[in-house]
């Protein structure tokens, strides 16, 4: 999809109208905005979102929307540059879809060729350029995350990530086995043991404020390609979809590929452990210990508890940078799903004084999370009988706080930065639900909040 800023003739006419149903006259696309003025943020992005819906459902390649309409439904707090920025990202999002794999049917796939928003001022239409570029990210990042596990193997991860970065001034580095045996990355090549596909662990540099002018901020990403559960195998219905256990790298990815491309004058760098978690001979056993790259031993209590054992090693890995920050990113239990439905990703932090400002980044950018506790009354959770730190809670029940287990899990690594430190639980955002007008599939959460979160920190 082009946006424009004049509309091609033959386009058809978007309006707002004030009701609960849209209308097509055949000439005018009459969009319900509902009957609140003005629309907050969170309203506002759903009716751009649904403005491309149906457009692609009556199959309108060309339309035009008058700037003042949009400016109108607006909250007043919102600048022009911000609601450019985000009815651009919010009209590319609602109009990705995953037809990678499916034959076109006749006509093709519904498609809007150019949507033009008219009489747009100078500062909208930089927020809409700039908010193009999020939104392309973000599809990105989906259309990784939607790839098959088949067809995103460990190998594919890292030359799509090496392919993102062409062209742009992030610098691409892939760690195979043998330097990760070097490194004594014992995390990541234990969970990797079971499958055939040989791990990667994938790290990307973007000085966009010059190397040792400032810190950098470390995003730390799961990139599980495909979880089965290993031998503490998941039932079938829990194993379709996990080729998206490598969303949280994806996000870290394209996180960074989006600051390079909007020239961010912040340091970025990315760190995705990527692994296939499949059962075999060799795989990876319940009652085994494995030493992480920290040293400290980690003792496997359940083979489907993964995620938080390669992320040990990522975690551990910053440390060579003296971050400023380290946020790591992970679909990391289903718990979380159940705390918070499929509306909110959860976080915890290591910064009670942050919550605030990484609660309004998360709403300002659109990717919402909700705060999780971290207090010490929880710490039993993770003291290890045969090993240093088990890797599901002692307390042998992961419905019990199963959120937080996984969160003071990777305290106990977090705890060596010396610097905040945030854990994004994104399960529930790992895919779209209904109502929010995005295909089926990925969602993309959370790269527009780890780019609020990166242009609005106070990196030395």
Not at 168 to 179: I, N, S
Not at 228 to 253: F, Q, R, W
Request: net charge positive; with cysteine.
């Amino acid at each position: 999809m082009e946006i424009t800023f004049e509309a091609p003739k033959k386009a058809l006419k978007i309006s707002f109208i004030e009701g609960p149903v849209a209308q097509f006259t055949g000439e005018e696309l009459r969009v319900d905005a509902g009957s609140e003025k003005p629309l907050p943020r969170r309203k506002l992005i759903v009716l751009m979102r649904k403005v491309v819906s149906l457009l692609k459902q009556n199959r309108i390649p060309l339309a035009a929307l008058e700037w003042q309409a949009a400016r109108r439904v607006a909250d007043k707090k919102i600048s022009d540059f911000e609601l450019g920025s985000l009815m651009a990202t919010a009209f590319l999002m609602a109009e990705y879809e995953h037809n990678t794999f499916k034959t076109p049917p006749k006509g093709g796939f519904p498609k809007i060729k150019t949507l033009a928003v008219v009489g747009a001022p100078k500062l909208a239409l930089r927020g809409l350029e700039r908010g193009f570029v999020v939104g392309r990210e973000v599809n990105a990042a989906r259309e990784l995350s939607n790839t098959p596990g088949g067809d995103m193997t460990p190998a594919k991860l890292a030359d799509a990530a090496l392919k993102a970065a062409q062209g742009t001034r992030v610098r691409v580095k892939v760690l195979g086995r043998a330097d990760m045996e070097k490194l004594g990355m014992g995390a990541v090549l234990g969970i990797a043991k079971g499958s055939a596909e040989e791990p990667k662990f994938i790290v990307m540099e973007y000085w966009g404020a010059g190397r040792g002018s400032q810190k950098p901020i470390v995003l730390a990403g799961k990139g599980v390609t495909f979880d089965t559960g290993g031998l503490n195998v998941k039932p079938g219905d829990h194993m379709y979809e996990m080729h998206m256990d490598m969303s949280g790298g994806a996000a870290a990815i394209h996180a960074v590929i989006l600051c390079a491309k909007l020239g961010v004058k912040k340091n970025v760098v990315a760190l995705i452990p990527a692994v296939e978690n499949s059962p075999s001979g060799s795989a990876v056993r319940p009652g085994d210990v494995l030493t992480s790259l920290s040293g400290k031993t980690i003792e496997v209590l359940n083979t489907d508890a993964e995620g938080r054992v390669i992320l040990a090693d990522a975690i551990t890995y910053a440390k060579r940078y003296k971050p400023a920050a380290v946020v790591d990113i992970a679909t990391l239990t289903g718990a979380a799903i159940t705390a918070l439905g499929t509306v909110a990703s959860a976080f915890m932090t290591n910064r009670e004084n942050h919550i605030i400002s990484i609660l309004d980044a998360a709403e300002r950018s659109g990717d919402y999370l909700w705060p999780l506790p971290m207090w010490e009354e929880y710490d039993d959770m993770v003291k290890g009988t045969f090993g240093d730190v088990p890797n599901i809670s002692t307390m042998g029940n992961s419905r019990a706080g199963g959120v937080i287990a996984g969160g003071k899990f990777l305290e106990v690594f977090a705890k060596e930065l010396g610097c905040p430190w945030i854990h994004l639980d994104i399960a529930p955002r790992m895919t779209s639900y209904p109502g929010e007008f995005l295909a089926k599939g990925a969602a993309g959460a959370p790269v527009r909040f780890l780019l609020e979160y990166i242009e609005k920190s106070r990196a030395k």
